[in-house]
């Protein structure tokens, strides 16, 4: 299996700010990388497929890049409504998931 | 719009049996592979199971293969995760996805004595 190691595991940051959370995968994925959102007692949100595509409807604050394997989430812009858990998954293979980033606000 | 809703869960003593349902709404559910997904208490992520849209093909997760079938109806419109030789550690919210860009609600299954 892939594993997906994600850092960090939690993350304060002020409204208005920029953050970046990270998934590096056990080999490379080529680019089989998604991102979700899930806000407490909530399915998980569709955010970024194929790495740097964003989903229809997601705010363009959202994007992610990355290659191989190094992937990136980053959050223009912080607005309160993004407190929540997000979790980036690879389906390059059998789909294997980070173990996710705790976002609040500071 | 896509609409998935799942049901069937519940509270059981391990070693039972328990059947989900996924019903599918608002696109051709006879074209698309499923999956589902299930989310332990306060834990991460973990895909269990994926068919093919006619059925063709399974995948599992070594940690259900063996116990656990996927299967679908596609006249009826629905997705099935059948559960066989429950453990304590298969206690997690389920979820069933169409492509991984829609998401059911979720159903609890618990497996305690």
């Known amino acids: 299996d892939i594993q997906m190691t994600q850092s960090p595991a939690s993350l304060s940051a002020s409204l208005g700010e920029t953050v970046t959370i990270e998934c590096r995968a056990s080999e490379d994925i080529y680019n089989g990388l998604a991102w979700y959102q899930q806000k407490p007692g909530k399915s998980p949100q569709l955010l970024i497929y194929n790495a740097n595509s964003l989903h229809t409807g997601v705010p363009s604050r959202f994007s992610g890049s990355g290659s191989g394997t190094q992937y990136s989430l980053k959050i223009n812009s912080l607005q309160s409504e993004d407190v929540a858990s997000y979790f980036c998954q690879q389906y390059y293979d059998y789909p294997t998931f980070g173990s996710g980033t705790k976002l609040e606000i500071k | 719009e896509v609409q998935l809703v799942e049901s069937g869960g519940g509270l059981v003593k391990p070693g039972s049996s328990l059947k989900l349902s996924c019903v599918a709404s608002g696109f051709t559910f006879s074209s698309y592979g499923m999956h589902w997904i299930r989310q332990a208490p306060k834990k991460g992520l973990e895909w269990i199971a994926l068919?093919?849209?006619?059925?063709?093909?399974?995948y599992y997760a070594d940690s259900v293969k063996g116990r656990f079938t996927i299967s679908r109806d596609n006249s009826k419109n629905t997705l099935y995760l059948e559960m066989n030789s429950l453990r304590s550690e298969d206690t997690a919210m389920y979820y069933c996805?169409?492509?991984?860009?829609?998401w059911g609600q979720g159903v609890m299954v618990t497996v305690s004595s």
């Open positions: 068919i093919y849209y006619d059925s063709s093909n399974k």
């Open positions: 996805a169409k492509e991984w860009a829609y």
